[in-house]
């Protein structure tokens, strides 16, 4: 058996019975060097079109596998249908898998799928909602969410844009000088010393702090706050933001509830050698009086659902639901309510997501203003391509390079 099956199973299996996310399940687990590359492919592929092999496997057998079947049939229909690897090299490593794993009994079932999956015939659900759930392995709650945000024309282009390619943001480097010497092939973003790369192999040069990774929809959110004294980002971790945001800002105070994540975020202002980021550890819903009226600029960098972000979190298409969804609304509302209050008159409140859901973005906004009559929508035109919703930016991945970010700016009148 090659060994990268067996690899892409455990990896997986910690997604799928232990609730791992994919990016911790793939740190956890001892991996051949020879194949990470591909390994990690497959397994963020295999989470990317799970409704879609899950549709499969349904519809093509009388009772529903185990779970270790089920996560074999998966690894290998990708590695089929996605990777173009022959139906007989698939189906013999399944079948060695299969033994491996102790379940001998099932891998005359295994192969007999195996050998006959593409030249199944693979009819779509007849119903729209399930019909592009299954085309483009999307949830379909979140498809209806969508369709009655932006009609099922839009919705279908949002779920079938193109992920985007990493970027990297250079900081005191020329980056394109940098990339070029190096020839690295990238494009330019309209953000200055970032680009969007292909093929890019980090070095030591990241841990040296010449450049980091960071989407360019975040990119965007930090481009949007003015530079100003005294920062809060209330809902820091990893740490990216506060890192762009401390050269716009004299100091930024970083918080997170969690003091794992508090930790991510020192360790990323010690590697991008920022002294000027103070983290803590923080419940951003539980007021300090001391700190009324008292920052320049609030970044709210609420915690969201992520459907803008799925193309690097496919984890997230398995374990949202339309009631997750409703009960970060209240957090949202929770948190933005709590800290505006820390904005100076005069000062800004940022509201940012990684969501493409009108209720968790300008709902949120449309019920803060509504209540809360001393903020008022300051219009911003961020030179990233965005839809623009009352003056707010709505950065969604059919025209903003895959990215689905959002972002509003609100001053405190009084």
Same mark, same amino acid.
């Given at each position: 058996? %090659?060994?990268?099956?067996?690899?892409?199973?455990?990896?997986?299996?910690? %997604?799928?019975?232990? /609730?791992?996310?994919?990016?911790?399940?793939?740190?956890?687990?001892?991996?051949?060097?020879?194949?990470?590359?591909?390994?990690?492919?497959?397994?963020?592929?295999?989470?990317?079109?799970?409704?879609?092999?899950?549709?499969?496997?349904? #519809?093509?057998?009388? /009772?529903?596998?185990?779970?270790?079947?089920?996560?074999?049939?998966?690894?290998?229909?990708?590695?089929?249908?996605?990777?173009?690897?022959?139906?007989?090299?698939?189906?013999? #490593?399944?079948?060695?898998?299969?033994?491996?794993?102790?379940?001998?009994?099932? =891998? &005359?079932?295994?192969?007999?799928?195996?050998?006959?999956?593409?030249?199944?015939? +693979?009819?779509?659900? $007849?119903? /729209?909602a399930g019909f592009l759930s299954v085309k483009y392995s999307y949830p379909e709650f979140a498809i209806k969410m969508l369709a009655?945000?932006?009609?099922? $024309?839009?919705?279908?282009?949002? +779920?079938?844009?193109?992920?985007?390619?990493?970027?990297?943001?250079?900081?005191?480097?020329?980056?394109?000088?940098?990339?070029?010497?190096?020839?690295?092939? @990238?494009?330019?973003?309209? @953000?200055?010393?970032?680009?969007?790369?292909?093929? @890019?192999?980090?070095?030591?040069?990241?841990?040296?702090?010449?450049?980091?990774?960071?989407?360019?929809?975040?990119?965007?959110?930090?481009?949007?706050?003015?530079?100003?004294?005294?920062?809060?980002?209330?809902?820091?971790?990893?740490?990216?933001?506060?890192?762009?945001?401390?050269? /716009?800002?004299?100091?930024? @105070?970083?918080?997170?509830?969690?003091?794992?994540?508090?930790?991510?975020?020192?360790?990323?202002?010690?590697?991008?050698?920022?002294? #000027?980021?103070?983290?803590?550890?923080?419940?951003?819903?539980?007021?300090?009086?001391?700190? $009324?009226?008292?920052?320049?600029?609030?970044?709210?960098d609420a915690p969201c659902s992520g459907f803008g972000v799925v193309g690097d979190n496919p984890d997230i298409k398995l374990n949202?639901?339309? $009631? &997750?969804? =409703?009960?970060?609304?209240?957090?949202?509302?929770?948190? +933005?309510?709590?800290?505006?209050?820390?904005?100076?008159?005069?000062?800004?409140?940022?509201?940012?997501?990684?969501?493409?859901?009108?209720?968790?973005?300008?709902?949120?906004?449309?019920?803060?203003?509504?209540?809360?009559?001393d903020f008022a929508i300051e219009k911003t035109d961020s030179p990233l391509m965005h839809m623009d919703i009352d003056g707010t930016?709505?950065?969604?991945?059919?025209?903003?390079? &895959?990215?689905?970010?959002? +972002?509003?700016?609100?001053?405190?009148?009084?």
């Amino acid at each position: 058996m %090659v060994n990268y099956f067996y690899d892409c199973y455990c990896i997986l299996n910690k %997604v799928y019975s232990e /609730k791992k996310f994919i990016k911790q399940a793939i740190n956890d687990t001892f991996i051949e060097e020879a194949h990470r590359a591909l390994t990690v492919k497959v397994c963020y592929g295999v989470l990317d079109r799970d409704i879609e092999l899950s549709y499969y496997i349904k #519809n093509f057998t009388e /009772k529903t596998p185990k779970l270790a079947v089920r996560t074999i049939l998966k690894i290998s229909m990708y590695m089929i249908k996605y990777l173009g690897k022959k139906e007989y090299f698939v189906a013999d #490593n399944a079948v060695e898998l299969t033994k491996k794993l102790g379940k001998g009994g099932a =891998s &005359g079932f295994v192969n007999a799928f195996l050998r006959n999956f593409s030249n199944r015939r +693979i009819l779509l659900p $007849e119903e /729209k909602a399930g019909f592009l759930s299954v085309k483009y392995s999307y949830p379909e709650f979140a498809i209806k969410m969508l369709a009655e945000d932006y009609g099922w $024309e839009r919705t279908e282009k949002i +779920i079938s844009a193109v992920y985007p390619d990493n970027t990297l943001c250079f900081y005191g480097t020329d980056g394109k000088k940098y990339l070029t010497e190096k020839g690295v092939v @990238f494009s330019e973003t309209p @953000f200055k010393n970032v680009f969007i790369v292909k093929n @890019f192999n980090r070095n030591a040069d990241y841990d040296d702090g010449v450049y980091t990774y960071q989407s360019l929809g975040s990119v965007a959110i930090c481009d949007t706050v003015d530079k100003c004294k005294n920062l809060l980002d209330c809902c820091a971790a990893p740490g990216g933001k506060s890192v762009r945001l401390s050269y /716009k800002a004299d100091k930024v @105070f970083a918080w997170d509830i969690h003091p794992h994540r508090v930790t991510l975020i020192e360790e990323y202002a010690a590697r991008m050698r920022r002294s #000027n980021i103070k983290a803590e550890v923080r419940d951003a819903k539980i007021f300090d009086k001391t700190l $009324e009226k008292f920052f320049d600029a609030v970044l709210c960098d609420a915690p969201c659902s992520g459907f803008g972000v799925v193309g690097d979190n496919p984890d997230i298409k398995l374990n949202r639901t339309e $009631e &997750g969804v =409703s009960e970060l609304v209240k957090e949202q509302k929770a948190i +933005i309510n709590t800290v505006c209050d820390y904005v100076k008159v005069g000062g800004y409140l940022y509201y940012s997501t990684c969501s493409v859901f009108l209720k968790e973005n300008i709902g949120i906004i449309r019920d803060f203003i509504s209540r809360r009559t001393d903020f008022a929508i300051e219009k911003t035109d961020s030179p990233l391509m965005h839809m623009d919703i009352d003056g707010t930016n709505a950065f969604l991945p059919d025209i903003s390079a &895959g990215n689905g970010y959002y +972002i509003a700016k609100l001053k405190r009148l009084r």
